[in-house]
């Protein structure tokens, strides 16, 4: 039996895990520009372990650790963490990743205050439902240590595909079989509510091209 009824998440994982499957290391090796970002950020607040959440094949994750990062890498895509278990493996870094699939829907597995600093890049911004969204910040939070560093991105309703394709309510739309939920600018304040919110970034990425935040918000001391 299942324990809640199918949610475009749901469906998402699925497709995830076809896409991946059909398109192994489907980004490459080099590391997106939130992470080159992020990896400075980490270094300058003295982070030394990183929850990277939707880590997918890995890309960032081998990067933080080749910096001497000790990375905790999760997705919801097993096939997706398999592809990063063995790009560690052969890249030599096993000792500095480890890997698990997790449903961010879910609690993290992880004791209060545990790690350093958090990382997601387009994370936040799948087939989620705000409430969802929420509840999964206040579970970054929660293992992050007092002055911990959360570096995010997420696409927002700037984006060329705002309003597009399949809409599933909640600033949710589905194109391409991908589904995001497209960030208003109120959302990323709220999810800021008991942070230092210290940088919303404009940038954009990939042929569309996809236009995104990159924020960056630290947990009181």
Same mark, same amino acid.
């Given at each position: 039996?299942?324990?809640?009824?199918?949610?475009?998440? *749901?469906?998402?994982?699925?497709?995830?895990?076809?896409?991946?499957?059909?398109?192994?290391?489907?980004?490459? +090796?080099?590391?997106?520009?939130?992470?080159?970002?992020?990896?400075?950020?980490?270094?300058?607040?003295?982070? #030394?372990?990183?929850?990277?959440?939707?880590?997918?094949?890995? #890309?960032?994750?081998?990067?933080?650790?080749?910096?001497?990062?000790?990375?905790?890498?999760?997705?919801?895509?097993?096939?997706?963490? +398999?592809?990063?278990?063995?790009?560690? +493996?052969?890249?030599?870094?096993?000792?500095?990743?480890?890997?698990?699939?997790? *449903?961010?829907?879910?609690?993290?597995?992880?004791? *209060?205050?545990?790690?350093?600093?958090?990382?997601?890049?387009?994370?936040?911004?799948?087939?989620?439902?705000?409430?969802?969204?929420?509840?999964?910040?206040?579970?970054? #939070?929660?293992?992050? #240590?007092?002055?911990?560093?959360?570096?995010?991105?997420?696409?927002?309703?700037? *984006?060329?595909?705002?309003?597009?394709?399949?809409?599933?309510? +909640?600033?949710?739309?589905?194109?391409?079989?991908?589904?995001?939920?497209?960030?208003?600018?109120?959302?990323?304040?709220?999810?800021?509510?008991?942070?230092?919110?210290?940088?919303?970034?404009?940038?954009?990425?990939?042929?569309?091209?996809?236009?995104?935040?990159?924020?960056?918000?630290?947990?009181?001391?």
């Amino acid at each position: 039996m299942q324990e809640h009824d199918p949610t475009p998440a *749901d469906d998402q994982r699925r497709h995830w895990q076809e896409t991946y499957a059909a398109h192994p290391a489907m980004y490459g +090796d080099q590391p997106s520009a939130a992470a080159v970002h992020a990896l400075d950020r980490f270094r300058a607040a003295g982070a #030394r372990q990183v929850l990277e959440l939707g880590a997918g094949h890995g #890309r960032d994750t081998l990067f933080f650790a080749r910096a001497g990062l000790t990375v905790i890498a999760t997705d919801f895509s097993r096939t997706g963490i +398999d592809q990063l278990r063995t790009a560690a +493996d052969g890249a030599g870094l096993t000792g500095l990743v480890s890997a698990a699939v997790h *449903d961010v829907r879910r609690p993290l597995p992880l004791g *209060d205050g545990s790690v350093d600093a958090v990382f997601a890049h387009m994370l936040l911004c799948m087939a989620l439902s705000t409430d969802e969204i929420h509840a999964a910040v206040a579970e970054v #939070r929660r293992v992050l #240590r007092p002055g911990g560093v959360f570096v995010y991105t997420v696409r927002h309703t700037g *984006d060329a595909h705002y309003g597009r394709g399949t809409a599933h309510g +909640d600033d949710i739309y589905e194109h391409g079989g991908f589904g995001v939920h497209f960030f208003p600018r109120r959302l990323v304040d709220a999810l800021a509510e008991g942070w230092q919110l210290e940088e919303v970034q404009s940038f954009e990425e990939g042929e569309l091209p996809r236009r995104l935040w990159r924020v960056t918000q630290v947990r009181p001391a």
